[in-house]
Nanobody, 123 residues
Framework: VQLQASGGGLVQAGGSLRLSCAFSGRTFSDYAIAWFRQAPGKEREFVASINWSGGSTYYADSVKGRFTISRDNAKNTVYLQMNSLKPEDTAVYYC?????????????????WGQGTLVTVSS
């Protein structure tokens, strides 16, 4: 399995970005996909996840109402739409895949990881 994250960049506070995660190598719909982020000097943290069908989504409290995760199983891609960005959203964002069902926030339960894409929000 390969995951390729893209879409990061520099944006002003209050702006928007859309991240993409392209999946290949296995049957995409067998996997739940999540976004994690890691800011300098901090641990990697859960941001959002989506189940195999797209019917269930989960969010960290810090991004609820501002970020939206979605998937297109025809394109083997997951998206993270990020609105109302804040300087504290600055981090490297990683997408990850797991075969576990339900709400999975533990990094140890994700088998496959993308390389990360940097999001920088200026104040």
């Amino acid at each position: 399995v390969q995951l390729q994250a893209s879409g990061g960049g520099l944006v002003q506070a209050g702006g928007s970005l859309r991240l993409s995660c392209a999946f290949s190598g296995r049957t995409f719909s067998d996997y739940a996909i999540a976004w994690f982020r890691q800011a300098p000097g901090k641990e990697r943290e859960f941001v959002a996840s989506i189940n195999w069908s797209g019917g269930s989504t989960y969010y960290a409290d810090s991004v609820k109402g501002r970020f939206t995760i979605s998937r297109d199983n025809a394109k083997n891609t997951v998206y993270l739409q990020m609105n109302s960005l804040k300087p504290e959203d600055t981090a490297v964002y990683y997408c990850a895949g797991t075969v576990y069902r339900g709400e999975v926030r533990n990094t140890l339960l994700y088998n496959y990881w993308g390389q990360g894409t940097l999001v920088t929000v200026s104040s």
